[in-house]
C-alpha cells in the first residue's frame, strides 16, 4: 500500500515568509510525528500527535512554529516569519499506536531559507 | 538528558563484519530502535530491541543491555550498499511514542 507522503519536496524561501508542509501519513495510523534533521545532524523530534489525544509540542523549537492534524489524518507544520536556521530536512513518520511500534518515513521535504 | 551517543562515521571492507555501538540514559527506558538512512532517502527500519539479548535478522543484527545503557547493530558480509547513515533511537516512559535520535553513524563499505 501507499506509504508517508510529503509535500512539497523541496521549498525554497525567502527569510520573513511563511510555509506549509504537508505529510499524509499511512492509512490507518493513528500517531503522527514530525521530525528536523539538519544538515549532517540527527533527527530532532519537534511534535506527536496521538489520536484524539492533545499534541506532544514539547519539541517546537519557538512559537514560530506549529502544527494541526486534521480529521485525524493529513497534518500540516507550519512555520512563520522563517529564518535561516529554519534550513534544514522536515520529515514526517506515522505509526499504527503507541506501542512498540515501528515509525514509518515520509522522504522528507527540504526546506531552504534565503 | 537523554543524549544518545554514537560514533559518528565508520569504515569498513567489503565482505567484513561492522558493529555500530550506541549508548543512552538508562532511566525511563522503553524500547530502542535502529533505522538505516541513505543519503538524500527517508529513514527505513532496521530492528526493535526492548529485552535484553540479541535480535538477528538476516545480515543484521541487534543487541540490548538494558542495565548498561548499551546496543549495537552488527552488519555481517558487508555489501556496498549497506554504505549509509545509521540511526540509534530511543523510546522513553512518559514521552508516548516519540523517538530520541543519536547524530547516526555514517558508514562507508569500501572495496
Known amino acids: 500500500g501507499a506509504g508517508v507522503s510529503q509535500s512539497p519536496s523541496n521549498k525554497v524561501t525567502e527569510k520573513g515568509k511563511d510555509v506549509e508542509l504537508r505529510c499524509d501519513p499511512i492509512?490507518?495510523?493513528?500517531?503522527l510525528y514530525w521530525y528536523r534533521q539538519s544538515l549532517g545532524q540527527g533527527l530532532e523530534f519537534l511534535i506527536y500527535?496521538?489520536?484524539?489525544?492533545?499534541?506532544?509540542k514539547s519539541g517546537l523549537p519557538s512559537d514560530r512554529f506549529s502544527a494541526e492534524r486534521t480529521g485525524g489524518s493529513v497534518s500540516t507544520l507550519t512555520i512563520q516569519r522563517t529564518q535561516q536556521e529554519d534550513s534544514a530536512v522536515y520529515l514526517c513518520?506515522?505509526?499504527?499506536?503507541?506501542?512498540?511500534?515501528?515509525?514509518?518515513f515520509g522522504p522528507g521535504t527540504r526546506l531552504t531559507v534565503t | 538528558g537523554q543524549n544518545i551517543d554514537q560514533p559518528t562515521e565508520m569504515t569498513a571492507t567489503e565482505g567484513a563484519i561492522v558493529q555500530i555501538n550506541c549508548t543512552y540514559q538508562?532511566?525511563?527506558?522503553?524500547?530502542l530502535f535502529w533505522y538505516q538512512q541513505h543519503a538524500g532517502e527517508a529513514p527505513t527500519f532496521l530492528s526493535y530491541n526492548v529485552l535484553d539479548g540479541l535480535e538477528e535478522k538476516g545480515r543484521f543484527s541487534s543487541f540490548l543491555s538494558r542495565s548498561k545503557g548499551y546496543s549495537y547493530l552488527l552488519l555481517k558480509e558487508l555489501q556496498m550498499k549497506d554504505s549509509a547513515s545509521y540511526l540509534c533511537?530511543?523510546?522513553?516512559?512518559?514521552?508516548?511514542?516519540?523517538?530520541?535520535f543519536g547524530q547516526g553513524t555514517e558508514l562507508s563499505v569500501k572495496p
Open positions: 513518520a506515522s505509526s499504527s499506536g503507541q506501542g512498540d511500534y515501528e515509525q514509518y
Open positions: 500527535f496521538q489520536g484524539n489525544s492533545a499534541p506532544d
Open positions: 538508562t532511566s525511563g527506558f522503553n524500547g
Open positions: 492509512s490507518g495510523h493513528t500517531a
Open positions: 533511537a530511543v523510546r522513553f516512559y512518559n514521552q508516548g511514542g516519540k523517538l530520541i
